[in-house]
Nanobody, 122 residues
Framework: VQLVESGGGSVQVGGSLRLSCKMS????????MGWFRQAPGKEREAVAT???????TYADPVKGRFTISRDNAKNTVYLQMNSLKPEDTAMYSC??????????????????WGQGTQVTVS
């Protein structure tokens, strides 16, 4: 199973970006997908997750600004990021879990990870 992220870049404060993460090598629609981020000098933190049926959950810092979605036909999960702030600057990685767990914010809940895509807000 492989995850490949894209869509990162540099954006001004208040701007928007849409990240994509494409899965290959597995039946994508069965997987729970998550987005995490890691800023320099900080631990990786959960951003959002979307279950196989489409139930979404968000971390408090991004609620109301970020939207996670999935396109099962394209084996892809998206993260639409609006009203970006400097504190959103981080390496964003997607991850896949075989099933949704209550501790979705825990890295250990996910068994497959992408390489990440950098987001810089200034």
């Amino acid at each position: 199973v492989q995850l490949v992220e894209s869509g990162g870049g540099s954006v001004q404060v208040g701007g928007s970006l849409r990240l994509s993460c494409k899965m290959s090598g597995a039946t994508y629609m069965r997987w729970c997908m998550g987005w995490f981020r890691q800023a320099p000098g900080k631990e990786r933190e959960a951003v959002a997750t979307i279950s196989s049926p489409g139930h979404t959950t968000y971390a408090d810092p991004v609620k109301g600004r970020f939207t996670i979605s999935r396109d099962n036909a394209k084996n892809t999960v998206y993260l639409q990021m609006n009203s970006l702030k400097p504190e959103d600057t981080a390496m964003y990685s997607c991850a896949a879990a075989f099933r949704y767990r209550e501790d979705w914010y825990n890295e250990g809940a996910y068994g497959v990870w992408g390489q990440g895509t950098q987001v810089t807000v200034s």
